[in-house]
């Protein structure tokens, strides 16, 4: 009898086990996927910067569209909603070569995986392209 007393104890222990260990498996996936959605965003923003940089400084193009040029190609390869969160804008600035630089600048942050969240993780980029002479 005194056995027995012993195991009733022990019941449900793997159950509890289980859920403990599941919740932290699940917490540390979710971290892996945000940091994963957080590397490709600001990749996609650092490429659309540049991208929106070189296409203002092109000769016949005003400087002035390399922000709009940005937040349409980040619109195209990620959302319609992670384009709208970004403020980007686009300047014209002297290098200390003497050589004319535009300048196309995006800060926003990351959508979280959990919408309660809100935007946790802030977004810096710049993009720089050489003015082409007219």
Known sequence: MADR?????????????FVL?????????LAVLQVAVYVHVRNVVTASAQEGARYA???????SVGAARAVEVV????????????VCTSAEEGDPSGLT??????????????ADLGNLLPLEVTGRAVKEAA
């Not at 007393?5 to 086990?17: F, I, K, L, N, Y």
């Not at 619109?75 to 970004?86: N, R, S």
């Open 5 to 17: 007393q012993g195991d009733d104890g022990e019941r449900g222990s793997a159950v509890v086990d």
């Open 21 to 29: 260990v599941s919740v932290l498996i699940v917490v540390l996936l």
């Open 57 to 63: 400084a092109n000769a016949d193009v005003d400087s």
């Open 75 to 86: 619109a195209g390869a990620t959302t319609e909603q992670t384009a709208a969160g970004l």
């Open 101 to 114: 630089l535009v300048v196309v600048r995006c800060s926003g942050s990351v959508p979280s995986l959990l």
